[in-house]
């Protein structure tokens, strides 16, 4: 306590602006809570490092050893695929960051907090999906876009560059942060329903990483006709400019399905929080 | 106003309220006293929003808190655990609660200084000691500058000079005409600055008074122990209209409607032998204890006085 000044001893009555909570005024706040952490900074700007460098640093690589590659690879070489590779990485720090949107509140405290002050609690949620998915989307845009011409820069010298105009090339750089802005939704929503960050980040692995790799130890006709719609091989269909197997769904109908998965778990998240005590 | 109308709130099992009514009055200090694990914070939490009760239901100035259009400026509330994110600071933490209202900066900046944290204010709250971190969600509290403060066990975690500074500053609340609703396991805490008390345990009302009354009714119970081996002779004198005796043991004496002055006197004018003459100033500690003994289970010795100093901790 010693460092902490002499207090006054009676409080000063002063008329405070009469505001009332709207979602205009909750969604200030959650922007405000949100750069005001230092994980989210270093989390947001590891993604953007890991999306717009992680695409670069392969492509630099291939083309050093061009003349090594199978004809085939050289022949069915996507240096759009490339360029969004940064996904793979930056996938991993978004999901992270978007269940801790909301289980940081529940582990510290802050939730009776949030909840004090809206006790509506709903506009709470829509506001730090809002919030959490312009930064992201914005953030994953820029940086999808700066490795999309830095990799086709790079790989100029093979002649197998695109250019953004080229079909399917400008979808596949959007694709990826729609991608990525979907699945941090998906994840607020993961982290909304189980109030526990060991818990949310087990589960956002578990149904994207963990089931594909289920699916591929049952017979190959099974896994075939299951993967498509498990959670992550539909999503990244609007993040590829080209697949290396048949078995995936319609770019957008992948996608579509992905944002259903991500309803059902904001919804589960709504649910949980309009009923369950704080 | 706050009026809690029947409220049931159970956690699985586990009844936490057990049919609480009552009601805070608008513009004086009311205490909420209760052993530790009484159901004080639970109803607190109800009162807030932040539990929905089983039953009956909570209301601030007549809707219940989650009807509110602008909470923080109709309730200011301190709850016993934290909720503030370690990681924030201070002023980004009352930032974005102020920005839930339109609350400008100046008004973050104020309840800085009104609670003394000016100096730290920028530094992560995870740093915080447990005096820091009340002053800040006393800072919280008051940004709406409500006109009804909830506040639990506010001096929980405070120095002798933060505790000193929490009364004085519940004090001027109170001088302001603000509704204070306080919540603490102290008696003596609760005496400096309530007017009128509400007295649960184990989730049910046990009280619902004035101060004044629990007062009149710790005289009432104030006593003398006399330690004599002439009890018999002694009790034989002693007793008569307003008087009442009871011995606990062999040799003492427990004298009701006497002071120990009047009863050295008729000991001496008797020629009885005294060994020990102990005024009992029966406290606000006792009285409450009288209320609550039977939710507490406490049967210590009533005759040290060292015991009734503390109320028990556990229900």
């Known amino acids: ?26 969604l200030r706040s959650e922007w405000t809570k949100l750069w005001s952490l230092r994980s989210t900074r270093w989390s947001l700007l590891a993604s953007f490092i890991a999306m717009a460098g992680l695409g670069p640093l392969v ?25 969004v590779g940064g996904y793979h990485l930056a996938q991993l720090a978004i999901g992270v960051l978007g269940v801790l949107v909301i289980t ?8 009776r907090s949030s909840m004090m002050a809206v006790p509506r609690r709903l506009p709470v949620l829509w506001a730090k999906l809002l919030v959490f998915a312009v930064v992201t989307f914005v953030l994953m845009l820029i940086a999808s876009l700066i490795s999309f011409f830095a990799v086709q820069a790079i790989v100029t010298q093979h002649h197998v560059q695109h250019g953004i105009g080229d079909p399917g090339a400008l979808r596949t750089v959007i694709g990826a942060a729609l991608f990525l802005t979907v699945l941090g939704a998906m994840c607020v929503g993961l982290g909304g329903i189980l109030r526990n960050t060991a818990g949310g980040i087990a589960t956002f692995v578990g149904l994207l990483f963990v089931l594909p790799g289920i699916s591929a130890i049952l017979p190959s006709s099974v896994n075939d006709s299951i993967s498509p719609y498990l959670p992550l091989n539909a999503a990244t269909t609007v993040a590829s400019h080209s697949f290396d197997n048949s078995h995936h769904l319609a770019v957008w109908a992948g996608f579509a399905l992905f944002c259903g998965y991500t309803v059902l778990a904001v919804a589960g998240a709504a649910v949980s929080l309009r009923r369950r005590d704080a | 106003m706050i009026e809690i109308d029947h409220v049931t709130k159970r956690y699985g099992e586990k009844v936490a309220v057990d049919d609480l009514t009552f009601t ?14 009484a159901g004080k914070s639970t109803t607190m939490r109800v009162i807030l929003g932040l539990d929905r009760p089983t039953a009956g239901s909570a209301t601030v100035n007549g809707k219940p808190y989650s009807e509110l259009p602008a909470p923080l400026h109709d309730v200011g509330a301190l709850l016993e655990a934290r909720a503030i994110h ?9 930032v974005a609660m102020a920005q839930t209202h339109g609350i400008g900066r100046s008004r973050v900046q104020e309840v800085i200084e009104l609670v003394g944290l000016s100096e730290v204010a920028r530094k992560r709250a995870g740093g915080f000691s447990l005096g820091m971190g009340q002053r800040l969600g006393i800072a919280a509290a008051m940004l709406g500058d409500p006109a009804t403060l909830i506040l639990d066990e506010p001096a929980n975690g405070l120095d002798p000079e933060g505790i000193l500074w929490i009364r004085n500053l519940l004090k001027g609340l109170a001088a302001e005409g603000r509704t204070v609703f306080l919540s603490s396991h102290l008696m003596a805490e609760m005496a400096q600055t309530a007017e009128h008390l509400v007295v649960i345990g184990r989730g049910r009302l046990i009280a619902d008074t004035t101060v004044a009354e629990i007062v009149a009714q710790a005289s009432q119970n104030a006593a003398v122990i006399v330690r004599t081996p002439q009890a018999g002779e002694l009790r034989d004198v002693l007793v008569g209209d307003g008087v009442t005796v009871k011995s606990a043991e062999r040799e003492v004496l427990e004298v009701h409607g006497l002071t120990s002055a009047e009863v050295g006197a008729a ?49």
Request: proline share 7%.
């Open chain 1, 59 to 83: 492509a630099a690589v291939q083309m050093s050893r061009w003349n090594q590659l199978h004809p085939h690879d050289r022949a069915t070489y996507d240096a759009i695929n490339t360029a």
């Open chain 1, 1 to 26: 306590m010693s460092a902490v000044a002499s207090p006054q001893t009676t409080p000063t009555r002063v008329g405070s602006p009469a505001g009332r909570v709207t979602q205009a005024n909750v």
């Open chain 1, 104 to 111: 940081g509140e529940y582990s510290t405290g802050m939730i």
């Open chain 2, 267 to 315: 000991a001496a004018a008797h020629q009885i032998v005294l060994h020990e003459l102990i005024p009992q100033n029966a406290s606000l500690e006792e009285a409450f204890m009288g209320l609550t003994g039977g939710a507490v289970e406490y049967h210590a010795g009533a005759l040290d006085p060292q015991l009734v100093d503390s109320i028990p901790e556990a229900a």
């Open chain 2, 86 to 94: 370690t990681g924030r600071s201070a002023y980004n933490h009352l």
């Open chain 2, 24 to 37: 805070v009055k608008p513009g004086i200090v009311t205490g909420f006293l209760g052993p530790n694990g």
